[in-house]
């Protein structure tokens, strides 16, 4: 019997990332999946010659993908081939109104004018201080547990700009949006916060920033 140092449940992206990543420190590892392929919700099928996605798709915020890579001895560019979706997404509104968002700041914001001019004015306000937190968080509370008011403390420690996030953790997702956009800007980004299993009224506001990074998230190497 093959006896191994870790088993690993799931073979979506995560479950293969701890995996490889675990594989890579000198672990013997197994991972398992209920399905006969692998890649969870990032990957589809074919059906009638026509393809379909098994998840939910979101366009991925680069850095920690770019981390995982360089810590198996390669990187993400020469792994998977990145295929630029423009618009990046479409949305439609209750009443029937389509809103398309391009894949660059300006059709952000052109597209944004259309909704409400206000709603424009304040996207780069939005996405300077979504790029913040996400620095931040990526450097805290992603990366280590915080379960307790000494763990919170050691991550105050780590990086002290945090102190300046800890409000969103005492609001909503759409309470955060709502300091920026109208509520029809603000409908048109729920969708993203399901993505975290709760209703924009219930998740946390530190995943707010989760709009921006699938619109424009950052995607330099140091930052992205």
């Not at 001895?73 to 020469?78: H, N, Q, R, W």
């Not at 996207?123 to 996400?134: G, K, P, Q, T, V």
Request: contains cysteine.
């Amino acid at each position: 019997m093959v006896d191994f140092d870790v088993v690993v449940i799931g073979a979506g992206c995560g479950g293969l990332t701890a995996g490889a990543l675990l594989a890579a420190r000198g672990r013997s590892v197994l991972v398992l999946d209920m399905n006969d392929m692998v890649g969870g919700c990032a990957s589809g099928f074919v059906r009638e010659g026509h393809i379909f996605d098994v998840g939910a798709s979101v366009v991925e915020l680069l850095v920690p993908l770019r981390r995982a890579f360089a810590a198996l001895g390669t990187t993400l560019e020469d792994e998977v081939d990145m295929i630029l979706c423009d618009p990046t997404f479409t949305v439609i509104l209750r009443d029937g109104e389509r809103i398309h968002y391009p894949a660059s700041t300006e059709g952000i914001i052109e597209a944004l004018r259309a909704v409400s001019a206000e709603d424009a004015r304040n996207w780069e306000r939005f996405a300077s201080c979504c790029s913040d937190l996400y620095d931040v968080l990526l450097d805290t509370v992603y990366l280590e547990p915080m379960s307790t008011v000494g763990d919170l403390a050691r991550l105050l420690r780590r990086n002290s700009a945090l102190a300046k996030y800890l409000p969103s953790f005492l609001t909503s997702y759409q309470g955060v949006l709502g300091r920026y956009f109208s509520s029809r800007t603000q409908q048109s980004f729920a969708f993203q916060g399901l993505t975290m299993g709760l209703p924009p009224g219930l998740l946390p506001g530190l995943y707010a920033f989760l709009p921006y990074g699938e619109l424009q998230g950052p995607t330099t190497p140091e930052a992205g």
